[in-house]
């Protein structure tokens, strides 16, 4: 039942969203660390202890983990979550050289974060850009992701018009 901003909800809860109150809450890393590619750090953060793990690619260069902070504390309540900052954003350092931004090696870098949090197998999730690189790592490590969702994912799947790429 909703109610306008200035009355209370007419079933006795003083609280007027309390949907947004679990959502809102601070959550903490269980695990952290770093991994090295060529010359380049790469952070990574784990949430909740589950038995399960559902991994959270970053979206795009230009947007760091904390895209997802709506949505580790509530998987993090039932699910191992496991995220990290990729290269050029968040935590993760800033090379200058455009071949460590190459959609395969990205798709190997969240192989090797689940490598170095010690997961062998993760349900992935990508949004946008972020689908390129988890279809990589999907066709490049099938036996390491139990499913892949997709949303909204950037993926191309046939060369650009001619008309688009100019």
Do not use: K
Request: with cysteine; net charge negative; charged share 20%.
């Amino acid at each position: 039942e909703s109610c306008r901003p200035d009355e209370a909800p007419r079933d006795g809860r003083t609280d007027r969203s309390p949907l947004l109150r679990p959502m809102l809450r601070a959550v903490t890393p269980v695990r952290s660390g770093a991994l090295r590619r060529s010359d380049a750090t790469i952070r990574w953060a784990a949430f909740g202890e589950g038995e399960r793990t559902i991994l959270l690619f970053p979206t795009w260069s230009i947007v760091h983990s904390d895209f997802w902070r709506e949505q580790v504390p509530q998987l993090g309540d039932r699910y191992s979550v496991l995220t990290f900052d990729g290269l050029g954003n968040g935590a993760s350092d800033r090379p200058t050289a455009p071949s460590m931004y190459a959609d395969e090696a990205f798709a190997l870098d969240a192989i090797a974060v689940m490598d170095a949090a010690g997961v062998d197998v993760a349900a992935a999730v990508s949004v946008s850009r972020g689908g390129s690189w988890q279809l990589l790592a999907a066709a490049t490590a099938p036996n390491r992701m139990a499913a892949c969702v997709f949303i909204a994912p950037s993926v191309p799947l046939a060369p650009m018009s001619p008309e688009r790429t100019e």
